[in-house]
C-alpha cells in the first residue's frame, strides 16, 4: 500500500513576513496557465481537468478510458491508480484541497476556501468510487461509472474556476473585498483556524 508524501518541514525561522497574495496568485495561475512550461502543461490545472473529463467520456479513441482500460485487470490498474493519485501519493486526501481551503481561510479568504472544500468532496467520492469499482462489471457497468467520474471532475472544474475567479478579486486588510492587501499577521493568532462551514 501507498503512503502520503510527507508534509514539507520548516528549515530555519522565517526572514519575513509571509508573501500571501504571492502564494494566491501562483496557485491560481498554475490552475489556468502553464506549470513546467512545455507539452505535458495540458495534463495539470485546468485543462488537465477538462481532458480527464474528456477521456472519461471518450467511447472511440485508443486515449478514452473506454478502450484504454477496456479488460478487467487494466480497469482494475486504472480505477486503483486514480485512487492513489487523488488520495493518497503526492498528494493529501481530497486532491489536497482540504488543505488548500484551510490555507484560504486563514488568509482570509472564505468564499474561495469554501468552494474549494465543496470540490475536495467531488474529489472524494470520485477516489472512492474508483477504488470501489468492480473490475467485473461489465463494458456497461464501466460506462455508467466513467460518465459519473466525468460529473464529478465537471463539478470540481466548475467549483474551482469561480473561486479562481474569487482569488483574483484583490482583498483589503482583514480579508474584505476592496483594494489589495493581504491579512495582518495579528489578524490570525499562531495555531488558531477559523470554524469550518457546515
Sequence with gaps: MSEQAPLPQPTGA?????????????????????????????????????????????????????????????????TRRLYACLEQEWTAPGATRPLYADFLDLAGRP?????????????SRLAELARAADPDAGAPGRRALFDELAALVDGSLAL????????????LRGGRPGTRGTPRASSVPPGSRPPRRP
Excluded at 49 to 67: F, H, N, P, S
Excluded at 111 to 123: C, H, K, M, Q, V
Excluded at 160 to 171: D, F, G, K, N
Aim: glycine share 12%; proline share 4%.
Design 14 to 78: 522565517a526572514v519575513g513576513a509571509p508573501d500571501i497574495d504571492g502564494a494566491v496568485a501562483a496557485t491560481a495561475a498554475r490552475l489556468t496557465g502553464p506549470v513546467l512550461g512545455n507539452r505535458f502543461d495540458v495534463n495539470f490545472g485546468f485543462s488537465g481537468m477538462e481532458k480527464l473529463a474528456a477521456q472519461l467520456r471518450d467511447v472511440r479513441t485508443r486515449t478514452g478510458w473506454e478502450r484504454r482500460f477496456g479488460s478487467p485487470e487494466a480497469f482494475l490498474a486504472g
Design 160 to 171: 474551482e474556476r469561480r473561486a479562481v475567479t474569487l482569488l483574483r478579486t484583490p482583498v
Design 111 to 123: 468564499e474561495a476556501a469554501a468552494l474549494f472544500r465543496d470540490s475536495a468532496g467531488n474529489w
